[in-house]
């Protein structure tokens, strides 16, 4: 789905402002601090239903105002779509043709975008829950359904840890241990099934672009010792049988996906602890774009990419190689106040100084 429109009104700095954009997008210029960031966080709100930056949709609204708006145009085949978003400081609603979406999870159905930040260096770098983010939400993209499963696990985990801290009978933590076993095997065999399409494709990409014998890997770590390193439901049962008098004490689920972790490694060494600055930020760009490629593979829509001046921090050849195998085929939209580091690309250029 192509972005044709953008407007937005009292989000962030920004009063008033209206954006067309090129089906191959565009490069956002201007100064630091004149709201760069800001424009892709208004995309990104169209596609996720909240902001990469913050978990309050208060902090959005531009100071003193009650309320912010943000609308797109959208080109989509031979069909145009509207998304519209509203939110106060108690309330918000979206809008996809001008009929009211029951659950955001719907936005996932209509535009995908993914968003190229220098906060990604979280995902080799930070902690479990980074990681856990990431691929969360990189396989809704791919597989919407696993957004219900999600929620079901979710809704199940908040269940049983209620329980855990009642004086419950036997029957009851039984039926609950049932209803957590089985969500919680769906959501692991998403994630299992989606790297073993994720993982082939990143070390490939990985060696293209990075042109050096560094040989890397993700491996997905479970909660608990694996049995012959095969995940099954009898062996998470029984993981669970075995938690009890800890769990009791503590109170809390202490087994499943909300537990797990992915391991990056470069020559089999934990990139979490060793790898360099430049090879994290190699890895974590290269793991967006397969996240990119796999939700065209899997679909008959293309995400639009956007790029918050990553690339400035690799070489030159590395960024342009990146760029022009994505540049034919995806809309790009590229923040940076570097103007000279992007003008080889063939993309119109928008400079927020003359249209603030």
Known sequence: MLLNSLEIIDFRNYRAIN?????RGAIITGDNGIGKTN????VYY????????????HELIRFSHPFFRIAGTFHKGKENISIAAAADKNNKIFKINKIPLERLSELFNYFKTVYFSPADLDIVTGSPACRRLFLDQAIAQYDPVYLDNLRSFRHTLKQR???LKTKYSSQEKGTWDDQFIDASCKVISQRLDYLEHFIPLLVEQYRQFIQNREAIHISYQFSFQLRQNE????????????????????????TGPHLD????????INARSYA?????????????????LLISHNQDDLPLLMFDDVLSDLDQNRAKAILQLLQDKYQILIASPFLSHYQHLPLPIIDLKKSI
């Open 39 to 42: 424009l892709l966080e208004a």
């Open 231 to 254: 995940f099954s439901r009898s062996a998470f049962a029984e993981q669970l049988r075995k938690n009890e008098f800890q769990e009791n004490l503590a109170q809390r689920t202490l």
């Open 46 to 57: 169209l596609a996720f239903g909240k902001s990469f930056r913050t978990t309050h949709d």
């Open 276 to 292: 360099s600055q430049g090879q994290a930020r190699s890895l974590v760009i290269i793991t967006r774009l397969v996240q990119a």
């Open 261 to 268: 972790d992915l391991e990056f490694t470069i020559n089999g």
């Open 161 to 163: 840890n209620a329980l």
């Open 19 to 23: 954006v067309d954009f090129d089906p």
